[in-house]
């Protein structure tokens, strides 16, 4: 029976009735179901290929129809509740889980698992009429209701109330075999500030157990200038409005600090809630994007079990291949965060733009596959007939129970439903690091917030798309993680760094490892106060460098914010070797070599022929010292190809420009997975030794053709030390 058959047929014969009978069919069934669920093991022994279902939103005698048609487009999981707080507890301390009862058992029945979530992200009415509290503020004010998000994470009503429905959820699923996981909140870190008075007590309290005594605090926050000087801490308030000059650089660290602390102890306390009280149920929370406001190591290290994020990158086809690598970066920081590699995609765009490829969301979700996810949820089922994301494309675009690219979703299903227990224990192994730091993105500025040119995460982004194209793996680690077992790491905008880290850095290089900096490097303490040294800072005798003068881009017109045109044309960086002219983007320093040679210089005036990226032997490692920058990622991608060659390092399957290579291993193969990114065939590749290529099932194939947006999963019996290096 169709969907629109049972919605009429459901009218006219009485909507309790049928639902009774629904319910009490599905339910015979139920308990076969789950025990084949659970036969299947731990849900990291397979691929979770998923959705978001919100059963809230539509009559209980539709769930049926959606919950079968998942099950015959491939869904093995559904992730569920994370809005419906004022469905689960209608008034404070009542709780009703009946609906939600059965929708999971009608999914159960399918042969589909559930990831539950705790509802937090958006409070009910009565919590809001009770404790207004519960909302925060921002530089306007306070939030008013309706919104979601917007929550207090220092209100101590909105913590109680959460650990409240928490617990009740808890204690309610946390033994249901059906259940194989648990997201907290939802993306949490957004809005990215809160100014309301439950939080500036907050960060008062948290400033005095960071200094101890407002002397130090004043010392460090440098107090005489400007006369902010303070003699008590409840003097310490947030600057929402601040007059000339705006916050200072160390008030900003600290605020950014203290506001991922505030989420971390929030996501916290429900993960030790459910902790406490579930059975064989992971726990993890869906990052809106890992470079944001919070920091995702800390949350991994400390109490998930698993890092998500919810990736809604652009179409395949729509731009410049290299866009795709923001998908990638995130599932590498990912899966370097999340513990034992375990990462997922909580959300996925599961629609089409009209001029893109349908071959793009294939391509995808094994871009997914290929950096180690572990699964991916696509959103959403079907969207909402009201609210604010009613206009909002879904896997069912219309209301008409049309699914327009279903024969493409059932060849992901069937591809990944084998893929995913062959490569449940497979890691990923990297020889090439890029540390990516969070106290130097709070100081330097994230996404949109902060200085736009020339924010934290834009340069990590430039610089990762440019080492891709070394064709290797590629770890994104934080700054205090072990070096062990890399030959090349790559530390973008490392300008805030604790004397721990430049004697690791240090060790790394005396050791045999390359290391890549730019500009400003190892000028600033961690708490933002500056060195008194001149860049490289405490990296100038390993990078064989010094930095005496430079050229900042963004002041050079500040009336336009632009060069004159003839003195922009001018400017340029070449690589040696090569006839290439890079456009700098932001930064020019003059350098004077300590030793090192140059591999790049400039172009313009008197920078004419001057160093502008060097490199230095030190011990038995290389320092490659980066005084510029570019928008082109080309500039990048030939710096990468310069360290790369100067760590010795090559591609794991050497392929086109455009094709991406990456690789899992277990004990008895590694996996290769070769992704065309590009709408252009790619044919003849030739591969290092035969292989089987695991998608055509071919045996011992010697070359692989990859039409476009295509790609390529190829085994190779264990024994090829390609691809070794860092677990």
Same mark, same amino acid.
């Given at each position: 029976?169709?969907?629109?058959?049972?919605?009429?047929?459901?009218?006219?014969?009485?909507?309790?009735?049928?639902?009774?009978?629904?319910?009490?069919?599905?339910?015979?069934?139920?308990?076969?179901?789950?025990?084949?669920?659970?036969?299947?093991?731990?849900?990291?022994?397979?691929?979770?290929?998923?959705?978001?279902?919100?059963?809230?939103?539509?009559?209980?005698?539709?769930?049926?129809?959606?919950?079968?048609?998942?099950?015959?487009?491939?869904?093995?999981?559904?992730?569920?509740?994370?809005?419906?707080?004022?469905?689960?507890?209608?008034?404070?301390?009542?709780?009703?889980?009946?609906?939600?009862?059965?929708?999971?058992?009608?999914?159960?029945?399918?042969?589909?698992?559930?990831?539950?979530?705790?509802?937090?992200?958006?409070?009910?009415?009565?919590?809001?009429?009770?404790?207004?509290?519960?909302?925060?503020? !921002?530089?306007?004010?306070?939030?008013?209701?309706?919104?979601?998000?917007?929550?207090?994470?220092?209100?101590?009503?909105?913590?109680?109330?959460?650990?409240?429905?928490?617990?009740?959820?808890?204690?309610?699923?946390?033994?249901?075999?059906?259940?194989?996981?648990?997201?907290?909140?939802?993306?949490?870190?957004?809005?990215?500030?809160?100014?309301?008075?439950?939080?500036?007590?907050?960060?008062?309290?948290?400033?005095?157990?960071?200094?101890?005594?407002?002397?130090?605090? !004043?010392?460090?926050? /440098?107090?005489?200038?400007?006369?902010?000087?303070?003699?008590?801490?409840?003097?310490?308030?947030?600057?929402?409005?601040?007059?000339?000059?705006?916050?200072?650089?160390?008030?900003?660290?600290?605020?950014?600090?203290?506001?991922?602390?505030?989420?971390?102890?929030?996501?916290?306390?429900?993960?030790?809630?459910?902790?406490?009280?579930?059975?064989?149920?992971?726990?993890?929370?869906?990052?809106?994007?890992?470079?944001?406001?919070?920091?995702?190591?800390?949350?991994?290290?400390?109490?998930?079990?698993?890092?998500?994020?919810?990736?809604?990158?652009?179409?395949?086809?729509?731009?410049?291949?290299?866009?795709?690598?923001?998908?990638?970066?995130?599932?590498?920081?990912?899966?370097?965060?999340?513990?034992?590699?375990?990462?997922?995609?909580?959300?996925?765009?599961?629609?089409?733009?009209? /001029?893109?490829?349908?071959?793009?969301?294939?391509?995808?979700?094994?871009?997914?596959?290929?950096?180690?996810?572990?699964?991916?949820?696509?959103?959403?089922?079907?969207?909402?007939?009201?609210? /604010?994301?009613?206009?909002?494309?879904?896997?069912?675009?219309?209301?008409?129970?049309?699914?327009?690219?279903?024969?493409?979703?059932?060849?992901?299903?069937?591809?990944?439903?084998?893929?995913?227990?062959?490569?449940?224990?497979?890691?990923?192994?990297?020889?090439?690091?890029?540390?990516?730091?969070?106290? /130097?993105?709070?100081?330097?500025?994230?996404?949109?917030?902060?200085?736009?040119?020339?924010?934290?995460?834009?340069?990590?982004?430039?610089?990762?798309?440019?080492?891709?194209?070394?064709?290797?793996?590629?770890?994104?680690?934080?700054?205090?993680?072990?070096?062990?077992?890399?030959?090349?790491?790559?530390?973008?905008?490392?300008?805030?760094?604790?004397?721990?880290?430049?004697?690791?850095?240090?060790?790394?290089?005396?050791?045999?490892?390359?290391?890549?900096?730019?500009?400003?490097?190892?000028?600033?303490?961690?708490?933002?106060?500056?060195?008194?040294?001149?860049?490289?800072?405490?990296?100038?005798?390993?990078?064989?460098?010094?930095?005496?003068?430079?050229?900042?881009?963004?002041?050079?017109?500040?009336?336009?914010?632009?060069?004159?045109?003839?003195?922009?044309?001018?400017?340029?960086?070449?690589?040696?070797?090569?006839?290439?002219?890079?456009?700098?983007?932001?930064?020019?320093?003059?350098?004077?070599?300590?030793?090192?040679?140059?591999?790049?210089?400039?172009?313009?005036?008197?920078?004419?022929?001057?160093?502008?990226?060097?490199?230095?032997?030190?011990?038995?490692?290389?320092?490659?010292?980066?005084?510029?920058?570019?928008?082109?990622?080309?500039?990048?991608?030939?710096?990468?190809?310069?360290?790369?060659?100067?760590?010795?390092?090559?591609?794991?399957?050497?392929?086109?420009?455009?094709?991406?290579?990456?690789?899992?291993?277990?004990?008895?193969?590694?996996?290769?997975?070769?992704?065309?990114?590009?709408?252009?065939?790619?044919?003849?590749?030739?591969?290092?030794?035969?292989?089987?290529?695991?998608?055509?099932?071919?045996?011992?194939?010697?070359?692989?053709?990859?039409?476009?947006?295509?790609?390529?999963?190829?085994?190779?019996?264990?024994?090829?030390?390609?691809?070794?290096?860092?677990?």
């Amino acid at each position: 029976m169709d969907r629109r058959t049972f919605n009429k047929l459901a009218s006219l014969a009485g909507i309790g009735t049928l639902i009774g009978r629904a319910f009490a069919e599905v339910g015979s069934q139920v308990g076969p179901r789950i025990e084949s669920l659970q036969k299947n093991g731990s849900p990291w022994d397979r691929y979770m290929l998923g959705t978001a279902y919100y059963p809230e939103w539509w009559q209980p005698q539709e769930w049926e129809t959606d919950f079968r048609e998942m099950h015959e487009l491939g869904i093995n999981t559904v992730r569920m509740g994370e809005f419906a707080w004022a469905m689960f507890e209608p008034s404070s301390g009542q709780f009703e889980f009946d609906w939600m009862d059965h929708a999971i058992d009608i999914a159960n029945h399918y042969g589909i698992s559930v990831v539950l979530c705790t509802p937090t992200a958006s409070v009910p009415p009565w919590l809001y009429a009770e404790h207004p509290d519960v909302l925060g503020s !921002n530089a306007n004010g306070p939030y008013s209701y309706g919104g979601r998000k917007g929550y207090c994470v220092n209100s101590p009503n909105y913590l109680a109330a959460g650990a409240g429905v928490t617990t009740a959820l808890a204690e309610h699923y946390g033994h249901h075999r059906g259940i194989i996981g648990w997201q907290l909140d939802n993306e949490p870190g957004i809005p990215f500030e809160c100014f309301d008075p439950n939080c500036e007590h907050a960060f008062q309290a948290w400033l005095r157990k960071q200094y101890g005594t407002i002397d130090e605090l !004043n010392r460090v926050w /440098n107090g005489a200038f400007w006369s902010n000087k303070y003699s008590d801490w409840s003097q310490i308030h947030f600057p929402k409005n601040p007059a000339e000059g705006g916050w200072q650089p160390a008030i900003t660290l600290n605020y950014r600090h203290f506001f991922s602390d505030s989420y971390l102890n929030h996501l916290r306390r429900q993960a030790e809630i459910l902790h406490k009280k579930v059975e064989s149920q992971f726990v993890f929370t869906n990052w809106p994007n890992v470079t944001w406001s919070v920091d995702i190591y800390s949350a991994a290290r400390e109490f998930l079990d698993a890092t998500a994020w919810d990736n809604y990158c652009s179409a395949p086809g729509l731009s410049r291949f290299q866009r795709q690598f923001i998908s990638a970066m995130n599932h590498d920081i990912s899966r370097c965060a999340g513990p034992k590699q375990r990462f997922l995609c909580a959300e996925q765009i599961a629609y089409l733009p009209t /001029n893109a490829s349908p071959e793009g969301m294939r391509l995808q979700a094994y871009l997914n596959l290929a950096h180690g996810s572990h699964g991916h949820f696509y959103f959403e089922w079907r969207r909402p007939l009201a609210g /604010n994301e009613q206009f909002r494309p879904s896997f069912i675009k219309g209301f008409d129970g049309v699914i327009p690219e279903k024969p493409l979703f059932e060849q992901i299903g069937k591809e990944f439903v084998r893929f995913g227990p062959m490569l449940a224990k497979a890691t990923t192994k990297s020889d090439i690091a890029m540390i990516y730091d969070y106290t /130097n993105e709070w100081a330097q500025g994230f996404w949109s917030v902060g200085t736009k040119n020339d924010h934290y995460d834009a340069k990590a982004g430039q610089y990762y798309d440019g080492f891709k194209v070394l064709q290797r793996n590629l770890d994104v680690i934080p700054v205090a993680d072990d070096l062990a077992g890399y030959r090349l790491v790559v530390a973008p905008n490392l300008r805030m760094v604790d004397d721990s880290t430049v004697n690791r850095l240090k060790e790394f290089v005396a050791g045999g490892g390359t290391l890549v900096l730019n500009y400003r490097a190892g000028t600033q303490h961690t708490d933002a106060s500056m060195r008194r040294v001149v860049p490289p800072g405490v990296f100038a005798e390993m990078s064989g460098v010094i930095s005496h003068s430079k050229l900042d881009l963004k002041e050079y017109s500040p009336q336009s914010g632009q060069l004159d045109e003839k003195v922009d044309a001018e400017l340029g960086i070449v690589f040696n070797g090569s006839a290439a002219v890079f456009k700098p983007r932001t930064i020019m320093e003059s350098l004077t070599l300590n030793g090192a040679e140059v591999i790049a210089t400039y172009r313009g005036k008197r920078m004419t022929q001057q160093p502008a990226i060097t490199r230095h032997r030190y011990r038995q490692g290389w320092v490659i010292y980066v005084g510029t920058d570019s928008t082109a990622v080309e500039f990048y991608e030939a710096l990468a190809r310069a360290a790369g060659k100067t760590a010795g390092l090559e591609p794991l399957i050497a392929v086109p420009y455009g094709v991406i290579v990456t690789s899992r291993e277990d004990d008895a193969a590694t996996y290769y997975f070769l992704l065309n990114l590009t709408e252009q065939p790619h044919e003849n590749i030739v591969l290092p030794k035969p292989m089987q290529n695991l998608i055509t099932e071919q045996q011992r194939v010697t070359r692989v053709s990859l039409a476009p947006l295509d790609v390529a999963v190829l085994m190779a019996p264990k024994g090829s030390k390609r691809g070794t290096g860092k677990s």
